[in-house]
């Protein structure tokens, strides 16, 4: 099965998810719960992610990740009190949590838990949005941005969905993948993102950020995601004009995931000296 033919059935298994979610909470009653939410003071003024990440000096995106399609449980026992809140201890710029439970062992109310816990910098609300409901639940759970993907979207579905994410104060990281979805960008979402996974063969390479950023908007805040396990790659992919780093798999691995994180920071700030930098502590 190749990873074009796993977000398929992601997809297909998402649409009956939603509809089951709409059983148990009406999309009218969502919608009075986020409309209660927005006009309280705790649920104005959302940090945004795009300045955080500009304002980074490392623009690490650290990633709550339970569990992968292709890998299995990473950290099954992970705690979604503990590692956020050590990842925003350790440096990180924003924190991404996985929500799909299905295929990535997630939840919505880890967000919740990571902001009761003490999170207060910017969480995207990672999972496959394909219904403008997910953009309601992103919100009623405290994330401050959502991840559209542009592989499993029309352009006019995510145009629509990126206006009603922006309606509720949600920002939009648009993952792209090839030169094909390049097009999507036109959409000036807040964050452009380039998966380095390779959809139809599960190959992670970096390379792919390397060759489709020049092909990018120049003032598009750029986001490489996936593979990014060796701190010098950071800098040259800064100098490529990359913004924002999401990485997760290369914490979650270790036993101490902020702890990693806060290592992995040092090595991007040490001075270029003759240091050799390995791979994320072991690959």
């Known amino acids: 099965m190749t990873m074009k033919d796993v977000l398929e059935k992601i997809v297909a298994h998402k649409r009956i998810e939603v509809e089951r979610f709409k059983d148990v909470i009406t999309e009218s009653d969502i919608h009075s719960r986020v409309e209660a939410l927005m006009a309280t003071q705790e649920g104005r003024g959302m940090v945004s992610m795009r300045q955080a990440i500009v304002e980074s000096d490392t623009g690490i995106i650290a990633e709550f990740k339970r569990k992968s399609p292709s890998k299995g449980w990473i950290k099954e026992e992970g705690q979604a009190d503990v590692i956020p809140l050590a990842y925003q201890q350790n440096g990180a710029a924003a924190i991404s949590i996985l929500t799909d439970e299905e295929f990535f062992g997630g939840k919505d109310k880890f967000i919740t838990t990571a902001r009761k816990s003490g999170v207060t910098i910017p969480v995207l609300y990672k999972n496959f949005v394909i219904d403008e409901y997910q953009l309601f639940q992103a919100r009623l759970c405290g994330a401050s941005a959502v991840l559209l993907i542009a592989a499993e979207l029309t352009k006019q579905e995510c145009r ?124």
């Open 160 to 283: 629509s969905l990126l206006r009603t994410a922006h309606e509720l104060q949600l920002e939009v990281l648009l993952e792209m993948h090839c030169e094909e979805e390049l097009e999507y960008a036109e959409l000036e979402p807040d964050l452009c993102g380039i998966n380095n996974r390779n959809l139809g063969t599960f190959i992670t390479s970096v390379d792919n950020s390397f060759r489709l950023a020049p092909k990018l908007p120049a003032d598009a805040v750029k986001v490489s995601e996936s593979g990014i396990s060796n701190p010098d790659v950071i800098r040259q992919l800064q100098q490529a004009g990359f913004n924002g780093f999401l990485i997760g798999e290369c914490f979650m691995k270790e036993a101490n995931p902020g702890e990693a994180l806060k290592e992995f920071i040092a090595e991007v700030r040490r001075e270029e000296g003759g240091v050799r930098r390995e791979e994320c502590f072991g690959g």
